[in-house]
């Protein structure tokens, strides 16, 4: 049997991730990328490996695959090289280019619970016969594969769907036939359309509607054949030159069904197996708060605690946010701890950075005893819970100087020639008060069990969402078991990576498991800048994998734009944040009340960052954009359009200063988002809206509902006037087309 190498290599791979136990060889060797062929010798998914990609499709007698058992050889331009003949020599469809596919299908493609997995496939044969195609698909964990049709739509282009009814990996896989009866149809159609004799044609048709009989089960196969007979006694009625009741049979709907019910088995081409992974809803719509539970307190003589961030929830619930980000409240070290604004030098009474992770009151599974304890946490999670929020946990797989890993376990840290641990560095920024884990320690497997084991804790204490710090900087293998690995047993488990790195690295992170990631929006500003980025995030194959989660601001990122810009451009940035992507997110409270002076000029630290001390907040000054951001989120819960990302479309308008855009679901429900991107000033411009691609009538007026003010417009026809101002820097449009 010819093995292709390449997959081999893959599943073997795959196989060794999967199998890895710590303390216990790996049963499948692969080193450097090239695993051991022996001739003759096929991968199978293991028990311990599970299926991956090219698990087995469907087979046995309905179904030929190009590689066969039973085989032949070509002749002399290829001798020695093994292929399906006796099998495959007479499968005649080609599938190919099959979506949603990651890298040929090596990595899943992402989907959301409860929603339409849309496939599609180039599908198509040699000469004029038509084909059929069927999508196959079940969860990994159900032996039994369910089908449904595939439509054929434009240049050969073939599309379905099946719901993702249940959280994990999915599998599906194409299986095309040459269609007999819908060639046959056609032909018979075509030549009495020409006016040539149908009356043998109409026999071939009995014949063929005969064979799906014998196959078929139950009343189909009674009727099946009762059309069968019904045929062939038209072709006697066709001969004598009567061809209508013959050519209205054939027609006949009830037949059509009837027969792709039972579509001929074989031969049949089979596409590979291809995986989706479906995370419940949160993973695909969210809106995020970030914030310091040390910054909650209410008494600005003191710094807050775990009880406080409890007593903030109602404010964040009132806003519309539905996770709650807590940077680390593990102890903190003291050694080289960080003092204000970041200083090499701290002084008496900083807290430090909460990254500098352990101290000698524990480490990674422990609370800094000045937040206060387990029980004050568990409380955050249930009473976040009842209000519908996650809190979702930062791992940050880092260390202090006096974290109780660097004297229990010396070997995972790099030591410098003098005897010293090297602190982090990414010249020329130097974190004296952190030791990065060295994934590079012979002692790696009892490393990246503890650190599999952190998170298992924190699982068991209901956190199911975690914002990984930096996962660039620790290896991509790494991740490619853990996340599986913990996704396997909590399969509603949520990672967002924080990787601000090269955009290869961000997308392959993406691809290995975490459910969504940060991305460059904070740095897009003008026109062009969003929509191609916008575009490239959700048009192109990225939307098969990479689930953006936009930020307009963190505490590590105080933009230019919102340093200068004012209250009208937070709200700018806001709106984009907020409709561009189903995910998104604030670091507040230093957002809304619109926090804007920078460490020093030309800096993107903030001024008195919370990074590294205590801030108190007045949440009721007039100022604050709660009110506001409590109608933006609720415009995205309530409008289903703006909880995905694929129908995103940009308008044209004829100022650079402003940008329109449209997002739609069925219903149908149509947003326009347009904002100033100019924000201290008017502007004002003709927007262009594609009525057609909206399927808006040109020649009458329609309504717009501005969900932010409250006002309501009409316009009519593709092109219509907008002005905004710094008062009024965005519209969020409900655009209701003309009943």
């Known amino acids: 049997m010819l093995v292709r190498p390449d997959r081999l290599v893959r599943s073997a791979a795959r196989a060794a991730l999967a199998c890895f136990c710590v303390g216990r060889a790996i049963t499948v060797s692969v080193f450097h990328g090239i695993a051991e062929v022996t001739k003759g010798v096929s991968v199978a998914s293991s028990e311990a ?3 991956a990609h090219g698990a087995a499709a469907p087979r046995g007698d309905a179904i030929a695959t190009a590689a066969s058992d039973a085989t032949g050889t070509l002749g002399d331009g290829a001798a020695g090289v093994e292929i399906g003949i006796e099998a495959s020599g007479r499968v005649r469809p080609v599938i190919s280019d099959v979506r949603p596919s990651v890298d040929g299908g090596r990595y899943p493609a992402k989907a959301s619970l409860g929603l339409p997995v849309v496939v599609t496939a180039d599908v198509f044969t040699d000469g004029h016969d038509q084909v059929a195609c069927t999508l196959l698909f079940r969860h990994e964990d159900e032996a039994e594969w369910t089908t449904a049709p595939m439509v054929s739509m434009d240049n050969d282009r073939w599309t379905g769907d099946f719901v993702a009814e249940a959280l994990g990996t999915h599998l599906f896989c194409l299986r095309a036939t040459v269609d007999w009866f819908g060639t046959w149809h056609h032909d018979l159609a075509a030549k009495a359309e020409a006016g040539q004799p149908v009356d043998v044609e109409l026999l071939v048709g009995s014949d063929i509607v005969a064979a799906v009989a014998e ?14 007979d019904a045929l062939h006694d038209t072709a006697v009625a066709a001969a004598r030159g009567d061809a209508a009741p013959g050519l209205e049979l054939a027609a006949s709907a009830p037949l059509f069904e009837a027969v792709g019910r039972w579509p001929d088995p074989v031969p049949a081409a089979t596409s590979d197996t291809f995986r989706v992974l479906v995370d419940r809803e949160r993973a695909r719509f969210s809106a995020w708060y970030e914030m310091f ?22 404010y964040v619930a009132a806003m519309g946010f539905d996770t709650l980000y807590l940077p680390p409240i593990h102890p903190v070290g ?9 200083s090499d030098t701290g002084e008496l009474g900083d807290p430090g950075s909460p990254w500098a992770i352990g101290s000698a ?27 519908g929020i996650d809190v979702a946990l930062d791992l940050a797989f880092q260390c202090s100087p006096n974290h109780p890993w660097v004297s229990e376990h010396p070997e995972w840290f790099r030591h410098l020639p003098d005897g010293s641990i090297r602190y982090a560095e990414n010249p020329p920024k130097r974190y004296q008060d952190v030791y990065p884990l060295d994934f590079g320690t012979e002692a790696w497997r009892d490393l990246w069990a503890a650190l599999h084991e952190v998170v298992r804790f924190w699982i068991a204490r209901g956190v199911r969402v975690f914002r990984v710090d930096n996962p660039h900087t620790k ?29 290869r690295i961000m997308e392959y992170l993406a691809k290995i498991g975490f459910c969504q990631s940060y991305t460059y929006f904070t740095w897009r500003n003008t026109k062009s800048e969003l929509e191609s980025y916008l575009t490239e995030l959700t048009r192109t194959d990225m939307a098969d994998y990479f689930r953006p989660n936009l930020w307009p601001n963190t ?16 709200v700018a940035r806001l709106v984009l944040a907020a409709t561009l992507a189903s995910n998104y997110g604030i670091y507040g409270p230093a957002f809304e009340l619109q926090e804007h002076v920078a460490r020093s000029e030309g800096s993107e630290e903030y001024l008195h960052s919370e990074k590294y001390e205590v801030r108190h907040w007045d949440l009721a000054r007039p100022d604050n954009l709660a009110p506001l951001i409590a109608t933006v989120n609720a415009a995205r819960r309530a409008h289903p359009a703006l909880q995905h990302n694929r129908t995103l479309r940009f308008h044209h308008v004829d100022n650079d200063g402003l940008i329109a855009y449209t997002k739609t679901a069925p219903g ?25 691609a909206l399927g808006i009538d040109a020649d009458r007026p329609f309504a717009l509902h501005d969900l932010l003010h409250g006002v309501s417009y009409e316009w009519r026809g593709a092109t219509n006037y907008v002005v905004l101002d710094p008062a009024t820097p965005a519209h969020l449009f409900h655009l209701v087309p003309p009943g």
Request: aromatic residues 8%; hydrophobic residues 40%.
């Open 475 to 503: 290896p991509m293998r790494f991740w490619e078991w853990l996340i599986p690995s913990v996704k396997s047993e909590f399969t509603d488990v949520i990672f967002l990576s924080e990787a601000f790195t090269r955009p």
């Open 668 to 692: 149908p429900d149509i947003v326009l988002i347009v904002v100033n991107l100019q924000a201290t000033r008017p502007n004002e411009g003709w927007v262009h809206l594609d009525v057609d």
């Open 49 to 51: 490996g599970g299926r």
């Open 334 to 342: 003291t050694t080289n701890r960080k003092g204000r604004d970041g």
């Open 361 to 387: 009151a524990g480490g990674h599974t422990d609370i800094d005893p000045a937040l206060g304890t387990f029980v004050d946490f568990d409380r955050l999670v249930r009473a976040a819970a009842d209000l």
């Open 555 to 570: 505490p590590d990122i105080l933009h230019e734009t919102l340093q200068a810009g004012g209250r009208a451009t937070f």
């Open 215 to 228: 196959r078929a089960e139950g009343q189909d196969a009674v009727s099946l054949r009762e059309w069968a």
């Open 293 to 314: 539970p040390r910054s909650a307190s209410p008494d600005f003589s003191r710094a807050g605690t775990l009880a406080d961030t409890t007593a903030r929830l109602p």
